[in-house]
């Protein structure tokens, strides 16, 4: 057992803490409260006082793709999202494998960093699945499908779906789960949609898709017209491939093929009508918002606070480095709260990359808060002026540079040198 003490402790779920302390026994959270109530009753126990500090949840990342991590700073926004989309495919198809490893090994690095302690990753090789097992850190791994000839869907679900099979098998004992990604409604074939939905079914998988990101999105699945229409399509050589449906939003194509249900996150839903939003609100959806890369984009700015107001589950995502600066939530959190400023209190976006992350994650009974039965996943910062509210100093001050420990199941992935 271990009982780690601090300045504040947040729990998440409950107020602050003040002079708070964390009982660790083995993977769990066995006891939170203040430091003189546990270190008294805990009296034997190994105690490791952090000092002037801040402890909370490990951040919840919901939305990466590791795989992508070489190609920071590379892939210019460009003049439209597919525009992006058409360089990224080029730059991407260009790397070593060697390059593209390596990345994803120090994308992973500067998550534990920051104090992320788990991940929504979606994976298109195996690269980063492979990573993310040796780190430790905890996680639902999508393997990402895609393909546009409906035809030859079984074919094209083939591979993928052999390789899902196989990380199921690989995860026993890591901190892991599996999941599928069916990429986007311009990118998957309703019959690769349909078989996805069956596997994911018959596994009990959980899903992430991309859904409503751009104009062009949209423009598409209203009138089979635009730029995937003209342009990321014939690119991709799917030139002669109809648009899957006419007339609906992606949100309504989602619903028809029965997507829409609690094991489905869905990925930047920026563009979503009053109808939609409703869809989402009962379908039990959960939305990962990643506002610094919708920004890069100049895709526009998701409805956040439509979605607060159903109760529509919101975690954070930084989305890959091809379209963000840093994989920090941090970052995102003081994006976010610029750019949706005044919606939420500090203790609100700090609930989001912790609880509100893990119930999008569908990992909320498990993560997301510290209280005792939880497993720990714990985060500490260095608090330098001990009289700044904890919250506001998080949304303000937190970054890589003063995370001081991070925790995934009792076991510590990364502690500051001299700590
Ligand atoms: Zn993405």
Redesign the pocket.
């Known amino acids: 057992m271990l009982l780690l003490t601090a300045t504040y402790l947040l729990p998440v779920n409950q107020p602050a803490i003040r002079d708070g302390a964390l009982l660790i026994d083995g993977t769990c959270i066995q006891a939170v409260g203040p430091r003189v109530v546990l270190t008294q009753r805990h009296a034997g126990v190994e105690c490791r006082d952090l000092g002037e500090a801040i402890l909370l949840p490990g951040l919840v990342n919901v ?1 990466t ?1 590791l795989e992508l991590s070489a190609l920071g700073g590379q892939v210019p926004p460009g003049r439209s999202f597919v525009d992006w989309v058409i360089r990224l495919l080029e730059r991407k198809s260009s790397l070593s494998l060697e390059t593209f490893t390596g990345a994803v090994e120090e994308g992973i690095a500067e998550l534990i960093r920051s104090g992320t302690t788990c991940v929504g990753e ?1 994976t298109s090789t195996g690269v980063s699945f492979a990573a993310l097992r040796k780190s430790g850190l905890r996680g639902v791994v999508y393997r990402e499908v895609i393909g546009l000839n409906d035809s030859r869907a079984e074919g094209i679900a083939e591979m993928p779906f052999a390789h899902l099979g196989a990380m199921r098998e690989e995860i026993q004992g890591s901190p892991l789960e599996v999941g599928i990604s069916p990429h986007a409604v311009y990118s998957v074939s309703p019959r690769l949609f349909h078989l996805c939905r069956h596997l994911q079914q018959r596994l009990g998988l959980k899903a992430t898709i ?1 859904a409503a990101e751009s104009c062009a999105e949209l423009e598409y699945l209203q009138s089979g017209a635009g730029e995937i229409r003209t342009r990321l399509l014939p690119a991709t050589g799917w030139g002669d491939v109809p648009p899957p449906v006419l007339g609906a939003t992606p949100v309504e194509y989602l619903h028809s093929l029965e997507w829409l249900d609690p094991k489905c996150l869905l ?2 839903a920026v563009h979503l009508m009053e109808a939609d939003l409703d869809i989402v609100a009962q379908s039990g959806a959960a939305v990962a918002h ?1 506002p610094r ?1 919708n920004a890069y984009l100049s895709v526009g700015r998701a409805p956040l606070k439509a979605f607060r107001d159903r109760q529509v589950p919101v975690g954070l ?1 930084t ?2 480095l091809a379209s963000n600066q840093s994989l920090s939530l941090w970052d995102e959190i003081r994006f976010a709260h610029q750019t949706h400023s005044g919606l939420l209190s500090p203790a609100e976006w700090v609930g989001m990359a912790t609880a509100g992350g893990a119930q999008a994650l569908g990992l909320g009974d498990d993560i997301g808060t510290l209280e005792p039965g939880k497993q720990a996943d714990v985060t500490a910062v260095a608090l330098d002026d001990p009289e700044a509210d904890p919250y506001e100093y998080l949304l303000h001050e937190a970054g890589p540079e003063k995370v001081l420990l991070t925790v995934v199941g009792g076991q510590t992935l990364y502690e500051r040198q001299g700590l």
């Open positions: 939305h793709h979606v991309h990925v930047h990643c890369s995502g989305d890959s």
